[in-house]
């Protein structure tokens, strides 16, 4: 039986970054001889997610677009109250980026097929940054032989 944790370190773009981490999943489901079993992929952090869609430039605009007007970083949350907070006074206002991180999701689970990501031919797995940008971190565990 296989079963191996990796941490993947990702530095994000600023503000809504979808990143496509399918290259560095595919390379250790390759490395450890996996033929049959499955991955999961967590996000480490509350104001980042993971999601299985399409990486193409244009839908990744709309997602940022749709984002922006699902949960508008510029309303009046309760959580950037941060004088009324225990955090430091340079905290980040990013209410909006912990409501979409719930939205969204924090994790994903993958069958792993014939020693690969049984993925759909268009799909990637990207981790969601909402709050960027910043060094961000993604648990990976495949479990199976």
Do not use: K
């Not at 250790?28 to 399409?54: K, P, W």
């Not at 006074?89 to 979409?100: G, M, Q, T």
Request: with cysteine; proline share 6%.
């Amino acid at each position: 039986m296989i079963n191996i944790h990796r941490i993947l370190t990702i530095p994000t773009d600023p503000g809504v970054a979808l990143h496509d981490i399918t290259p560095q999943i595919r390379s250790l489901v390759a490395d450890s001889g996996m033929v049959c079993g499955f991955l999961t992929v967590t996000s480490r952090h509350t104001t980042t997610a993971i999601t299985i869609n399409e990486h193409e430039e244009r839908l990744l605009e709309d997602i940022r677009r749709f984002f922006t007007r699902l949960v508008p970083p510029g309303e009046a949350y309760l959580h950037n109250d941060i004088e009324l907070r225990d955090c430091p006074l340079d905290e980040p206002e990013n209410a909006h980026s912990h409501l979409l991180a719930m939205l969204v999701g924090s994790s994903e689970v993958i069958p792993i097929v014939a020693g690969d990501l049984d993925l759909g031919d268009w799909q990637s797995v990207m981790l969601v940054e909402l709050d960027g940008p910043r060094e961000r971190t993604v648990g990976l565990r495949l479990f199976g032989e």
